[in-house]
Each structure stands twice: as structure tokens, then as C-alpha cells.
């Protein structure tokens, strides 16, 4: 794929060692897991207490959230016997080729690098351990990755790859409903937001995509435990998850119940931070966190309308889908290992998002700074041409 896309050979060589780092980490998701407990271990052994199936065969499992990893299980599992180990790598090898789409959108959309404390950001920021701890083992968070990212890649060229971008979005959409929906609206208000469409194509795909999210409504309503999909529905829903999530007996939990709306965001975003810090983990998450804060700090100096014209669809795809879930799960998700779990499915984008507004302005920097360059190179060589001339006459 390096070479397809035309990639130096020094992105091709870090594809490769992302694989192999990847694969470490669903040996050691397996050990995690095997460990601590998860739901992982009961998705694999069929075990999931809270999915009751009469006289269980395949297609009785089929059906969206947890029936349908199980589905997904079944196979490998059940039938053939696989250990749990070698299903980890399987899920871990649909988590790395979701990295490997992304890896490969920014190596040929994005243009320039940006450092901090002097290490370049591409490609080292896809070596940070949330992005590969939970996409390597089995369960939704792999299949959500690499559905939306397969979703996005296929999106940059809809009109060619668009066949594609359905059978993502249905992996999307039967692991987790509502991110399927976001997906749908983000896909469509990035598309209609470009200038390159004839606007007869834009209002149909306007109709589409509303016609797609009202067909989604119930089952997306009925995944959710709600009666219809509505401002209060949600909001009661929100207070008795982060009800449930900010009891004492779970491991670090906070209180959001109490926080303000930026509060709510930021501690969806940046924390858990150094003093958050309960575990190794943590501990790991709170550096990249650090980072994320620190990228963010940019976006207001580098903000410029041409960047938001110019960026890649897919970034802007990611960005827009981005922003409804954020502001779901930050009234929902008091518990800091939940949010470390559900944020990795799109954090990247947020972070790639501030990462090409700085490089995107650094480009425009870069290029203005050649064309001053070449003016007054040019009026340099217009006075000695002058000085020349008057000099023969």
C-alpha cells in the first residue's frame, strides 16, 4: 500500500514496524485482559451474560452492538476453536489496517511536518499506546477503528471508492448505532461544505443523508435504551450514566456531575493528565494527553478560513464526526478508563486536525516568505539592470 501510494521507503519501513508493534500489543492485550478482566474474554467464549439466545447458532447472534461481535466471534470461536490469543490478533490486524489508512491519508494529504521538543509528529504519533492498546484485542472498540477509518480513506475519493465506504459504515454502524449515525452526518456536512460539487449533487446528497438518519432513528433509539431520540431523553440518559460511573466502587472515577460544560470537555479531552495518573496506562495516556492539550493551544492562532477550505475530506470528515460524539460522551463518561476506551475511536482526528492547521500555515508562511524572496530578487535585478544600462550610456 507504501508503494501504491508512492511513499518515501523510511513511511514504508515504519508500516512495517508498526505491524510488528501492533502485534505486541494484542499479545499484551491478551495478557491484560486474561489478567484484569474485560469484556473482550466473553465476546470471544460466547459468554456475555447480558445476551440470552435460545438454541444459539450463528445467525441467532445477529443483531447490532454487543450480538453482533459476538456474530463476528462465532465463526472463529465456535466453530473452528481458534484460542483467544490468535482472535486478538485477528482483531488487532483489522485495528492496524484502520492505523495503516490513516498513516497513509497523512504521509499524502498533509503539507509539511511540525516538531515538538524536536521530534517530528509524523509519523512518531502513531506509535502512542492508546491508539494500539485498544484496537489490538477483540471487542468494539477494533472494529469501530477500522470501520471508521476504512470509512474516511474511502470517503477522500467517494466517487471511485464509494462501495467501500458502505461496508465500513455498516461494520461502524452494527458494532456501535450511534456512531454510524455521526459518521453519516459528518460524511454528508463535509461533502456539502466542499466548493468542487455541482449543487444539484449537493441537495441530493443532502436528501440522502437525511433520509439515512431518519431511517436510523428507532434502531439507533432502541440501542441506546431510549424511547425516541430527544434533548431529554439524552440529557436523562447522560445524568444516570455518569450517575452509575462516579460511584466510589469504580476505579478511577470523577464526579461530573457538578462540573461546568467546559469542564465536562475538558476533562473528556486531556485528562486523565500526571496527576490523574491511577496505572501504567494511565500514566501513558497522560503524556499523550499533554500533548493533545498543547496542540490544541494552536488552534485559535493558526485558525484561517482557507485551512478549513483546503483540508483533505477525510480530516474534515473526522473533525465534523468528531464533535457530536464529544459532545455525548463528555456528559455521559465520568469514569476516566471508559473515556480512554471510547475517545480512541476518534481522538486522532482532533489531534490531526490541530496538527494541519499548524502545518498548513507553516506551508503558507513557507510560501510567502519565497515570494517576498522573489520580489525583491527581482527588483534587485531590475536596479542592476539600470545601473548597467546607465553605466554604457
Known sequence: MARKFRLPYKYEVHLHYLLFYHLFFSVFFTWYILNFGGDSQGYWRLG??????????????????????????????????????????????????????????????????????????????????????????????????????????????????????????????????????????????????????????????????????????GSTAE????????????????????????????????????????????????RPLFLDAHNFVALFSSVENALYLWLSLFIYQNWKPEAIRDMPLFLKAGIITFIPV?????????????VMRMKNMTMIYFMLFCFYLIVYNKKQRYLRAMDRKRFFERRQAIIEQKKALSQND
Open 48 to 217: 456475555m451474560q447480558q445476551v440470552l439466545v435460545r438454541d444459539p447458532n450463528w445467525m441467532k447472534y445477529f443483531g447490532t452492538s454487543t450480538t453482533f461481535i459476538l456474530w463476528l466471534c462465532y465463526v472463529p470461536a465456535k466453530v473452528i476453536g481458534l484460542n483467544y490469543i490468535t482472535g486478538n490478533i485477528l482483531f488487532g490486524f483489522l485495528g492496524f489496517i484502520g492505523i495503516r489508512y490513516i498513516f497513509v491519508m497523512v504521509a499524502e494529504y498533509f503539507p509539511t511536518n511540525h516538531k515538538v521538543l524536536n521530534i517530528p509528529l509524523f509519523p512518531y504519533v502513531f506509535y502512542f499506546l492508546n491508539l494500539h492498546f485498544w484496537t489490538a484485542g477483540v471487542g468494539k472498540d477494533a472494529i469501530c477503528f477500522w470501520g471508521i477509518a476504512w470509512f474516511l480513506f474511502a470517503l477522500q475519493k467517494y466517487q471511485s471508492r464509494w462501495w467501500e465506504a458502505l461496508i465500513a459504515l455498516f461494520f461502524v454502524y452494527m458494532a456501535r448505532p450511534h456512531m454510524g449515525q455521526a459518521l453519516i452526518g459528518g460524511a454528508a456536512i463535509a461533502i456539502l461544505l466542499g466548493s468542487h460539487m455541482r449543487i444539484q449533487y449537493k441537495v441530493v446528497l443532502g436528501l440522502i443523508a437525511a433520509a439515512g438518519t431518519f431511517y436510523l432513528l
Open 326 to 338: 464529544t459532545l455525548a460522551f463528555m456528559n455521559a463518561l465520568s469514569n476516566l478508563g471508559v
Open 223 to 270: 440501542f441506546l435504551k431510549v424511547e425516541k431520540l430527544s434533548l431529554e431523553s439524552l440529557t436523562e440518559m447522560s445524568v444516570t450514566t455518569a450517575r452509575n460511573l462516579s460511584r466510589g466502587n469504580v476505579g478511577s472515577a470523577v464526579d461530573i456531575s457538578s462540573y461546568s460544560l467546559p469542564m465536562k470537555a475538558f476533562t473528556y479531552l486531556f
